[in-house]
């Protein structure tokens, strides 16, 4: 079965960074697109990076755009998320998802940015 673990998160202060990863397992990592998503208390899950299978295409919105990069590795079957320049509106609970019709996510792991 489709399985997403997610680690790296962690307490930063303003202007550090944080690398997370997801380790993925039970489908073909290699051809599938995958996905970072955020979820802060209160507010909707939003994307924010998504990377294709040979890691060529890459996505990010505008609110991390500069700061955030995402990366595979495909012999390893992991995705990574470096974030740069954090800042407290990034404090959330980070998931990794890959969607073949269900969306899958891993169990998340928290970011906090605080000084």
């Known amino acids: 079965q489709v399985q997403l673990v997610e680690s790296g998160g962690g307490l930063v202060h303003p202007g550090g960074s944080l690398r997370l990863s997801c380790a993925a397992s039970g489908f073909p990592f290699s051809i599938y697109t995958m996905n970072w998503y955020r979820q802060a208390p209160g507010k909707e899950r939003e994307m924010v990076a998504s990377i294709g299978g040979t890691g060529a295409t890459t996505y990010y919105p505008d609110s991390v755009k500069g700061r955030f990069t995402v990366s595979r590795h495909n012999a390893k079957n992991t995705v990574y998320l470096q974030m740069n320049n954090l800042k407290p509106e990034d404090t959330a609970v980070y998931y990794c998802?890959?969607?073949?019709?269900?969306?899958?996510y891993g169990q998340g792991t928290q970011v906090t940015v605080s000084s």
């Open positions: 998802n890959v969607r073949m019709g269900t969306y899958y």
